[in-house]
T-cell receptor, first 113, second 113 residues
């Protein structure tokens, strides 16, 4: 079946602009995660959704970052007033209810100039 | 919070040799430990995982061992092949409402033909 998909695959923006990154999880996966991966590092947790609600947003770095999942499927990560330090690969993962195994999407490579 | 240390950061082996990557974790409540393989520019791919009630798990040429007392776990790859070359990440989570993964910094494995 189809895996986790993310769009766009690449996004170049200017400092101060607003961006939206989209994640489409595997069908039937109620849990959805966002991670951020900087060059040469492991993924860092940002936020976790169980269904429509954010069950854990402790990884969001500041209030410029926000994520939604209004219908419990597709999720959008929103970044306001982007800064050069936001440049990274933003990864989305999903998992089945009650299961721990997380399956990742290909990521969105964000470059803030 | 949880902290995961991973060693070595780089590992070079000859084709056919074994490779071992080690991780330690800090949170004694962690109960799930996956390993991911990430090729350059690609998504992290789940290759094997282990729960805290199991000491060892094997899948063909790869195996993971867990020592709960010492809080460390290891990935073993036997009969390495050039296609095993990638960055490998270990991770840990305590589950219990948020399965957020805490990752190590990764090990770049190179298998020389």
């Amino acid at each position: 079946g189809a895996g986790v998909s993310q769009t766009p695959s690449n996004k170049v923006t200017e400092k101060g602009k607003y961006v939206e990154l989209r994640c489409d999880p595997i069908s039937g996966h109620t849990a959805l995660y966002w991670y951020r991966q900087s060059l040469g590092q492991g993924p860092e947790f940002l936020i976790y959704f169980q269904g429509t609600g954010a069950a854990d947003d402790s990884g969001l770095p500041n209030d410029r970052f926000f994520a939604v999942r209004p219908e419990g499927s597709v999720s959008t990560l929103k970044i306001q007033r982007t800064e050069r330090g936001d440049s990274a690969v933003y990864l989305c993962a999903s998992s089945l209810p009650g299961a721990s195994a997380q399956y990742f999407g290909p990521g969105t490579r964000l470059l803030v100039l | 919070g949880e902290n995961v240390e991973q060693h070595p950061s780089t590992l070079s082996v000859q084709e056919g040799d074994s490779a071992v990557i080690k991780c330690t974790y800090s949170d004694s409540a962690s109960n799930y430990f996956p390993w991911y393989k990430q090729e350059l520019g690609k998504r992290p791919q789940l290759i094997i995982d282990i729960r805290s009630n199991v000491g060892e798990k094997k899948d063909q040429r790869i195996a993971v061992t867990l020592n709960k007392t010492a809080k460390h776990f290891s990935l073993h790859i036997t009969e390495t092949q050039p296609e095993d070359s990638a960055v490998y990440f270990c991770a840990a989570t305590r589950g219990g409402g948020s399965e957020k993964l805490v990752f190590g910094k990764g090990t770049k494995l190179t298998v020389n033909p």
